[in-house]
């Protein structure tokens, strides 16, 4: 993962950040330094000349005062003497010393003598001049240290000198540059791990986002975003999980309507191939009615009959291929309505015992032609809900088909039994014989399906019986199907027991 990312952020944002806060630093820290190294001596010198003006200012007004020798005056000129660094000394016009900070004035005595009879005995380099006063640079050719000086007259009589060794200001400045040099240097090592840190703290949660982002490019929406920072990246996060959740949600919406759509295409296709299926079918089955009834027609017209029982045999055939079209439109108009819903279910509570024994009844001449045994275990007190109209149809459809195949022991069994939950009736109609191919079980409920035809034609079924009964018993929304045994074949559909009227 790490890889990936060092191969996808080509200029890291971490880095970026870093290098700027890191630079940014050093840029600040370097000027400070080239101010302090150009013009920190400049403003010490600025301020020990402020200095210097207000001890002039102290001395002057003690000197017009006559408090220069008053002790609050000295307390006052020693302290600011202190503070300042500072030394004077104050002469009249014979150079002898009135007033002095200094132990041995001598030195500083003749200094002030050879500035105010403009001796060029001192190196000097004037800084600002006034007609009470000068502040100037000097050097003393004794020691050579230099001085910021300022020297003038209090009065016509009165003399004065104050000055403030240069070399000191320059250790302090000196000082204080180098001092400013490691402090920064140790700045910008201890900023850059801080900077780096809090860069990664940064770009950490955005490397995390970037990570989500891919995965939801992939459609994965299982990753979530888990910060813990009070900021605006994890409000980005917060949002990030909800769009996660509503792309996630709004695809499954897409796929579901996509899969429904696909369900409805593939159902108009499955309609419009049953469609012309059924077509094709009623038009076989009717074909061959139609072409019998047409040629035995044209043979009566053209007279090719000569005898009583010859037209007889052939208006026989003509109402026997009418009655079977007949017979086939019906059907095709019952199954019509009953998935068309016209046909609607009129449901009732009714004895499904009295229904199935009229039913076994209506076929009995049928089965004793066949030598068919049909046998029904009459249980007293069986009530269903259901429209018994449509039930009959789906029992004579099961008792028909199992007439036209039954075979073997020639039996045929009609049971009606409750479930185990108690709820519905299961009634099954078992016939021995042969039982139905595999793959024709799932097969035998569509419309015009026949496993066995020239059977099927035999006995003039439609393939339609078994389709009738998909329809009704979708229509009552209960369960119906066939079972094969080793010497028969169960054909059962379930209803709801109505044995215990629940109010």
């Known amino acids: 993962m790490r890889t990936d990312r060092k191969q996808r952020v080509r200029y890291s944002l971490k880095k970026q950040l870093a290098k700027v806060f890191i630079l ?3 840029g600040t820290i370097f ?38 020798t008053s002790p609050e005056t000295e307390a006052q000129i020693n302290h600011l003497c202190t503070i300042y660094n500072v030394n004077f000394i104050i002469t009249d016009s014979s150079s002898q010393t009135l007033y002095s900070t200094i132990k041995d004035p001598e030195q500083i005595n003749r200094q002030l003598r050879d500035v ?39 009065d016509e009589d009165c003399f004065f000198m104050i000055r403030t060794a240069l070399e000191s200001i320059r250790d302090s400045v000196h000082m204080s540059n180098v001092f400013l040099l490691y402090v920064g240097l140790a700045a910008i090592v201890l900023a850059a791990i801080v900077i780096w840190g809090v860069s990664s703290r940064i770009t950490d949660p955005i490397m995390k986002l970037a990570d989500i982002s891919k995965e939801m490019a992939n459609l994965n929406f299982e990753t979530k975003y888990h ?6 990246i994890a409000v980005l996060g917060e949002n990030m999980n909800q769009m996660s959740d509503r792309l996630e949600e709004t695809i499954s919406h897409l796929k579901t309507a996509n899969l429904e759509l696909q369900k409805d295409v593939d159902a108009r296709r499955n309609e419009d191939e049953r469609r012309r299926e059924f077509i094709a079918n009623v038009s076989h089955e009717l074909k061959t009615p139609i072409a019998l009834i047409q040629g035995y027609a044209e043979g009566l017209k053209e007279g090719i009959i000569d005898d009583r029982e010859s037209l007889d045999y052939y208006c026989d055939v003509i109402m026997d291929e009418t009655h079977k079209m007949n017979h086939l439109v019906k059907r095709l108009i019952s199954l019509s309505q009953v998935e068309s819903g016209a046909d609607a279910m009129q449901m009732e509570r009714f004895d499904i015992n009295e229904l199935i024994g009229h039913c076994i009844q209506s076929f009995a001449p049928l089965t004793e032609q066949q030598g068919i045994t049909i046998t029904y275990e009459e249980s007293v007190g069986k009530y269903v809900w259901a429209d018994e109209y449509q039930t009959e149809e789906v029992l004579r459809n099961y008792i028909s088909n199992a007439v036209h195949h039954c075979g073997g022991k020639k039996e045929i069994v009609v049971r009606a039994q409750c479930n185990e939950d108690g709820k519905h009736i299961r009634i099954s109609v078992f016939n021995t014989g042969e039982p139905i191919p595999e793959d024709s079980l799932q097969r035998i409920w569509e419309k015009f399906y026949k496993v066995d035809k020239a059977r099927t ?47």
């Not at 100037?136 to 240290?145: A, G, I, K, L, R």
Request: charged share 25%.
């Open 31 to 68: 000027m400070c330094w080239f101010i302090n190294v150009f013009f920190l001596e400049k403003y010490y010198v600025q301020s020990k000349r402020d200095n210097l003006l207000e001890v002039y200012h102290l001395l002057q007004q003690a000197h017009d005062d006559n408090t220069l």
């Open 457 to 503: 034609r035999e006995y003039g079924g439609s393939g339609l019986g078994l389709s009738i009964v998909k329809a009704i018993m979708e229509s009552l929304k209960q369960d119906y199907g066939v079972k094969n045994h080793e010497d028969g074949v169960e054909f059962w559909f379930e209803l709801e027991n109505g044995s215990e009227i629940v109010v």
């Open 116 to 154: 105010v009879f403009a001796r060029d005995t001192l190196s000097k380099k004037v800084i600002f001049t006034t007609g009470a006063y000068t502040l100037s640079y000097m050097q003393d050719p004794v020691t050579e240290s230099e001085y910021v000086t300022m020297w003038g007259h209090l």
């Open 227 to 232: 910060g813990h920072e009070q900021n605006e």
């Open 24 to 26: 940014l630093l050093s």
